[in-house]
């Protein structure tokens, strides 16, 4: 607690170290690793939106290969069943 609040009692002082850090970090890590399997078809469509240049091929390449290993798969079937749902959400029209 700060010195300029008066309290009756003293309070330890705060730890240094920061325990939800590797927690967090594990979180992070864990929710890219599963969003780079399960949704390569936008990392794919994110790459071919790049600027055109050699590293840009390059990675839009990989990119592809990436996207058709996980369909191969079956990583990417969740993603393609929400993506259909969602089209067809959008092209409903109402009277």
Do not use: C, Y
Not at 36 to 62: H, I, K, M, Y
């Amino acid at each position: 607690m700060p010195r300029e609040t008066p309290s009756p009692i003293d309070l330890p002082a705060a730890p240094l170290d920061a325990p939800g850090l590797g927690w967090t970090a594990a979180a992070l890590t864990t929710a890219a690793l599963f969003l780079l399997a399960a949704n390569a078809v936008s990392l794919r469509d994110w790459a071919e939106s790049l600027t055109p240049g050699p590293t840009q091929a390059r990675f839009a390449e990989a990119t592809e290969q990436w996207a058709a290993l996980t369909d191969g798969a079956g990583i990417g079937l969740a993603r393609a069943w929400l993506h259909a749902r969602w089209k067809q959400a959008e092209a409903a029209r109402f009277g």
